[in-house]
């Protein structure tokens, strides 16, 4: 397994798997279906991200199939450049592999290597294997969401959580 930075050409893999993901887990914020992003769209996103000085996204990948990516959005305003907020997502068939963590791992070298000095994220609060990922990694709760997301017809509360760097 490897992670290294996502390229140009990566559009149709990455778009493979985020559909795949959001097939088999409730904890992504796109149902199954929803995603009608083509590759092309894909490409351009994946283009602007790549040109952006505190975005990254990052794949893990088993052989040349990509089975786990994070992506980092920093803020675009002055007072918030030096934040970063995470999404992390990896295939149920590689879970529990030290996948996630690498990819924490990475994200955090790439975040102190542009300045940032905090990563943010949130989680559904019944996603006990990523809070404990997250936790692991220095992570911590600062507030809970109440309500903020809507799966399969229930309301479900989000874990803010946040790592500073400094």
Known sequence: MKIRTAR???AE??????RR??????????EPGERKTTVEAQEEVLGNTLVSKNNTLLLAEEGDLPVGFLEAVGGIFRRNRHVAHLVVGVLEAYAGRGIGTALMAEAERWVRGRGLRRLELTVMTHNHAAINLYGKGGF??????RQSIRVDGSYVDEYYMAKRLA
Do not use: K, V
């Not at 993901?21 to 796109?30: A, I, K, Q, S, V």
């Not at 911590?140 to 969401?145: D, L, S, V």
């Open 8 to 10: 140009e050409g990566d």
């Open 13 to 18: 893999g990455l778009l493979r798997l985020l």
């Open 21 to 30: 993901l959001d097939g088999e887990t409730r904890f992504m914020m796109y």
């Open 140 to 145: 911590a709760i600062e507030g809970t969401r």
